[in-house]
């Protein structure tokens, strides 16, 4: 019997809070003019892509008291312009990157669920945590979190924010009009939780909405990041970007999923993404070259490799070699209370790997960094690239893409013109919505329901 032929899922992810956007293009427009948010969602619809999705940053990096020089310069609050696009398109899943560290259930649920109403069931919650002191500053929790007690949070917020979910069941909002009197369940909306993180008990205040649930993402290749999103998310965003590392990944993810229960389709794997089309595949390589040289420049090549050194390297050529110095181990580093260094569990190996290879390559520390912060890029003609992002689909190294476009707000769409034609041709993506919410969209079977009254 012959393998089915998977649908690829598409997601636009609106540039910023990184380096990804090229600002000197002509074409660059405004990082926070509504406009720019509604270009985007629109060509995303057009294209009849499954969401859009919306990262984070609660804090703006920076490197001696300085932003970084290509790195966003203000992001309006997520839960604002999710709202406002929930009134200017109609079917579009709208996802947004809310922490878990520096919020509360409550708070975070009751915005979830009023967005999922506003939208019509459109509502996609991307769950992370931070662990820097520097982002704590901004909150009146400081201090910062060790990668399992995020997890831990993590894990504890989300279940919170499920029992909030479920308090109501749906047919619950009965009251007489005259006398206002409520008609319904006594219990509605009621919740008791207890953990080691969350003492919680009241009435939720937001019924059940259309999903029952947003839709859960989980960004994170490491061990307890693919062990959350196996036990609690509907999708896991990645970074892995070769055939051969997708496949690995996904088939590493998946295979985590009986164990809680739940089958292969319970979670969508899609990696994160980048694009360059040209009119020959020579053309389209000469820009993708062009862009990456953008994207790093040279002081962002060396808070990079500082990432990985724990250092200050701020006096180094990022021209020349990489430091002869070994990076720098354990807690009390650079990279402590700094919201632009993160963690790397093996500092030394990496060094290694990066050395071996600048050393093969005769490459700069520019140069090496522009090579191994590439996320995984489709460069080609509008036909090489869908039938690349096919195979990746078809063979298994996941089930769609998160594209992330160079450009503010015209980065997707070429793509929506030319490429997506041809995977409409092909038979692997809708030339129509066939539901109405984004759980639809995805192929994701209604909410588990695991509701809790209090007793």
């Known amino acids: 019997m012959s393998k089915p032929v998977k649908q690829i899922h598409l997601a636009a992810h609106f540039p910023g809070v990184n380096n990804t956007t090229v600002w000197s293009d002509p074409a660059a427009g405004s990082q926070v003019d509504f406009s720019s948010f509604v270009h985007l969602a629109r060509t995303a619809e057009r294209a009849k892509f499954d969401f859009l999705f919306l990262a984070e940053g609660l804090r703006l990096r920076e490197q001696g008291g300085k932003i970084y020089d290509l790195d966003v310069v203000g992001r309006p609050d997520t839960f604002t312009v999710l709202a ?53 500053q901004n909150f009146r929790r400081g201090g910062f979190l060790a990668q399992e007690d995020r997890y831990e949070r993590a894990r504890q917020f989300l279940d919170a924010a499920h029992v909030l979910f479920d308090s109501w069941r749906g047919d619950e909002i009965l009251a007489d009009q005259e006398s206002g009197v409520f008609l319904g369940d006594p219990d509605a909306g009621r919740f008791d939780h207890h953990d080691s993180q969350f003492d919680i008990t009241g009435r939720f205040s937001t019924p059940r909405s259309p999903q029952g649930r947003p839709v859960v993402f989980q960004a994170g290749d490491s061990e307890e990041g693919r062990e959350f999103a196996a036990a609690s998310a509907d999708a896991i965003f990645t970074r892995h970007g070769t055939l051969e590392a997708g496949r690995a990944f996904y088939a590493d993810v998946k295979g985590r999923l009986a164990r809680y229960g739940r089958s292969p389709d319970e979670l969508k794997v899609l990696p994160g993404v980048t694009f360059v089309l040209g009119d020959t595949d020579a053309e389209a390589h000469e820009k993708a070259t062009l862009i990456r040289r953008q994207q790093v420049s040279g002081q962002s090549a060396i808070r990079f490799l500082e990432q990985v050194w724990n250092r200050d390297l701020s006096d180094l050529d990022p021209d020349g070699p990489l430091p002869a110095v070994d990076p720098l181990v354990g807690e009390n580093t650079i990279a402590r209370g700094r919201a632009d260094v993160r963690s790397h569990r093996d500092p030394l190996a990496i060094a290694a790997r990066w050395r071996e290879l600048a050393e093969a390559k005769k490459l700069s520390v520019r140069e090496l960094i522009i090579e191994v912060t590439g996320q995984q890029s489709f460069i080609g003609t509008p036909s090489q690239v869908a039938e690349a992002m096919n195979e990746f689909v078809q063979t298994d190294a996941g089930d769609g893409f998160i594209l992330a476009p160079h450009l503010t707000p015209g980065g997707i769409d070429d793509f929506a013109d030319s490429v997506v034609p041809l ?11 066939a539901g109405a919410t984004l759980r639809d969209h995805l192929g994701l079977g209604p909410a588990r329901t695991t509701r809790r009254a209090a007793s």
């Open 423 to 433: 995977l409409q041709e092909r038979g692997v993506f809708r030339t129509e919505y």
């Open 84 to 136: 406002a696009l929930a009134a200017v398109t109609d079917r579009l899943g709208l996802a947004g990157t809310i922490n878990s560290t520096f919020n509360e259930p409550y708070e975070v649920a009751r915005q979830f669920a009023s967005l999922d109403h506003l939208s019509a069931g459109r509502a996609a919650w991307n769950v992370v945590t931070s662990w820097d002191e520097f982002t704590g």
